[in-house]
């Protein structure tokens, strides 16, 4: 977790960095601190507990000079958030400084070691080893010295390092955990993710593990892993600032639930040829290769994982292949059966989630064949896998994830109509009329979205409450699960999901009267079965709120209100059923007066185990 900015040329290194921080506040906003070398040779640093706006108050009291600098926002992972915790890290001289995202998992034998040694330690970091490791090896090389002190790394880590005595440098390093280098007109940045340099280049090289980036005197050099120097390729980030940002909406968070039409059309339709058929460019899987597919696996984390229980009935539907849907923590320590006839699709918006990467990476070790669905191109589950599904949402920011799990419902469904086509288990009319129908959803939503007053109500509803119920059936309980997790990250209201049949073996012994409970009630052939459950929780006093398809009369003769929402395919509704769900999270989380972007105890990419 953890964001890190760091920045080298001629111009003020503090604003720079200040502002880079403002744009990964979602990686962790625990505190936030800053160093810079300044022009008498020494660092000038800052560091505060709370929210960048407590650093940036300082700033504003002790303005720091200098043109070479590094900055920090923390999610905390090793001693508690506190403004000694708090990074940059220092030696004893204050000669170095260093900042770190990740976590150095031998750092306790690092620290007893150094301990003996003479240093002294001020804070519970293990970030703290690096900086008084640097300094051991410190012989008047600034890169040398950094790159002794990593050969001791083990972990996941990025690190950034500066030194009064070397003012004209900087120092990276990228391990496991994400680093990009801006390329500015006489200037550099490193960056945890693009858009904190974003206002300033657009062109970035994206760091490999082991890649230490070194810029003395204006020249930037990058070295792999042995030390050799390495050429890499200079990308260019297409996206727009703006789409960075709010446009205009309150929270990242309503934008990106609205951003969401958008996101369904641009994962769709740049895939689709003049024909109408589908082109996954980064995905090299051929008529063959499916044929020997006999198991798949989908494995991802949260919401990521939500969007794969739905791909499972996409897959299984469609493509006719057995699939397990796993939570990439429990996953990689399971043990799992692989082969070379198994594929795995993990599922991850930031494409950094520890789990999943290291759950790829088992399965890859065993032989699978690997496909990631991922919003950010160049992330490390990207790179790790043998096939790439992008899913072009767009930069998601708010914690709560929303568009990122739409378009990646949208993806399996485009994955298992493509591997059905291939495979010969889909005849054309049928993919036809189901491309027509995803393109569809894209309308359906607006119109949703164009109801969000009247969804607002309900929020009334929920408020207070201390506890909520969401229950469906079939893919509507994926809905359900999904829904419950994005009201208790944002609203903190204790909410469960339960496939509404097992609710009289234990969970209905927990509706009381007045009980909000939300049912998802869009599948034709459960209707019924779900209006016998909506019975059984409104005889024990629930408050009954449903989500169902427009025309359904019989879901409002026992529900106490209805969300009613567009008609498609059962297949396809939970992208449209999810909607009204993300609008009652939203509205009750302002209702209580939470940040809705930032929740508490979280952070948005979880890059540690
Ligand atoms: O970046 P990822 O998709 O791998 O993230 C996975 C989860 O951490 C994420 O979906 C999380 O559950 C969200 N906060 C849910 O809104």
Redo the contacts with the bound molecule.
């Keep these: 977790m953890c964001g890190i900015v760091g920045y080298i040329g001629n111009k003020q290194a503090s604003e720079i960095i200040v502002d880079g921080l403002s744009k990964l506040e979602y990686r962790g906003y625990d505190s936030a601190g800053i160093a810079v070398v300044n022009d008498n040779d020494t660092i000038n640093w800052a560091k505060k507990k709370g929210r960048l706006a407590g650093l940036e108050k300082i700033l504003a009291e002790n303005p720091i000079q200098g043109t070479v600098g590094i900055g920090h926002t923390r999610w905390a992972t090793h001693g508690a958030p506190s403004d000694v915790n708090s990074h940059p890290h220092l030696n004893s001289a204050e000669t170095l400084a260093v900042v770190h995202n990740g976590i150095i998992e031998n750092y306790m034998q690092i620290r007893e070691i150094l301990t003996e040694e003479g240093y002294v330690f001020k804070s519970e970091t293990d970030t703290e080893v690096a900086v008084h490791l640097i300094d051991k090896y410190y012989e008047g090389d600034l890169l040398a010295a950094a790159r002794k002190a990593v050969s001791v790394f083990r972990g996941a880590y990025a690190l950034g390092v500066v030194s009064s005595e070397h003012k004209g440098e900087l120092v990276a390093v990228r391990k496991e955990s994400p680093l990009i280098v801006g390329i500015g007109e006489g200037e550099y940045f490193i960056a945890s993710d693009v858009p904190a340099i974003l206002k300033y280049t657009r062109n970035v090289y994206y760091l490999e593990n082991d890649e230490m980036v070194h810029v003395k005197d204006g020249v930037l050099t990058i070295y792999d892993g042995n030390n050799n120097v390495v050429e890499k390729e200079l990308k260019t980030v297409e996206w727009d600032i703006e789409a960075a940002s709010k446009g205009g909406f309150d929270h990242f968070m309503m934008k990106e639930i609205y951003d969401q039409p958008q996101a369904i059309r641009d994962t769709l339709l740049r895939r689709l040829d003049e024909e109408g058929m589908i082109h996954l460019d980064d995905i090299k899987l051929t008529k063959e290769d499916l044929e020997g597919i006999t198991k798949m696996y989908i494995v991802?984390?949260?919401?990521?994982?939500h969007a794969g229980l739905v791909g499972k009935f996409a897959i299984e539907k469609l493509a006719k292949v057995p699939v397990e849907v796993d939570i990439a923590s429990e996953f990689r320590y399971s043990d799992p059966f692989i082969d070379e006839h198994t594929m795995l699709i993990v599922?991850?918006?930031?494409?950094?989630?520890a789990d999943?990467l290291a759950a790829m990476k088992l399965a890859k070790a065993k032989g699978a064949r690997v496909l990631a669905i991922t919003n950010v191109v160049g992330s490390s589950v990207a790179r790790e896998a043998h096939d790439v599904f992008y899913t072009w949402a767009g930069p998601e920011i708010a914690?709560?994830?929303t568009k990122?799990y739409t378009a990646q419902m949208i993806a399996f469904y485009m994955i298992a109509l493509d591997f059905a086509y291939k495979k010969g288990a889909v005849i054309i009319e049928r993919y036809q009329e189901l491309i027509k129908n995803i393109e569809g959803l894209a309308a359906k939503v607006e119109s949703i979205l164009a109801n969000k007053d009247a969804i607002e109500q309900y929020s009334k509803d929920m408020k207070d409450t201390h506890n909520a119920f969401y229950l469906g059936r079939g893919v509507d309980y994926t809905t359900a699960r999904e829904a419950a997790?994005?009201l208790k990250?944002i609203s903190y209201i204790y909410t469960e999901a339960f496939a509404a049949g097992e609710l009289k073996h234990g969970p209905i012994a927990l509706i009381e009267e007045g009980t909000p409970v939300l049912c998802v009630v869009t599948q034709d052939a459960l209707e019924e079965k779900m209006i016998s459950n909506i019975k059984e929780v409104k005889a024990r006093g629930a408050f009954v709120i449903a989500i169902a398809k427009e025309g359904n009369t019989e879901v409002a003769k026992v529900a106490d209100d209805v969300i009613y929402i567009p008609v498609a395919e059962d297949l396809l509704m939970p992208v449209l059923a999810v909607i009204p769900t993300q609008l009652i999270s939203y509205y009750v989380s302002i209702a209580r007066g939470n940040d809705v972007d930032k929740p508490r105890n979280?952070a948005?990419?979880?890059t540690v185990e």
């Excluded at 991802?300 to 994982?305: D, E, K, Q, R, V």
């Excluded at 599922?347 to 989630?353: A, C, K, L, P, Y």
């Design positions: 991802a984390c949260g919401t990521a994982y599922v991850s918006q930031s494409g950094e989630t999943t914690v709560a994830s990122a997790l994005k990250e979280l948005k990419s979880v």
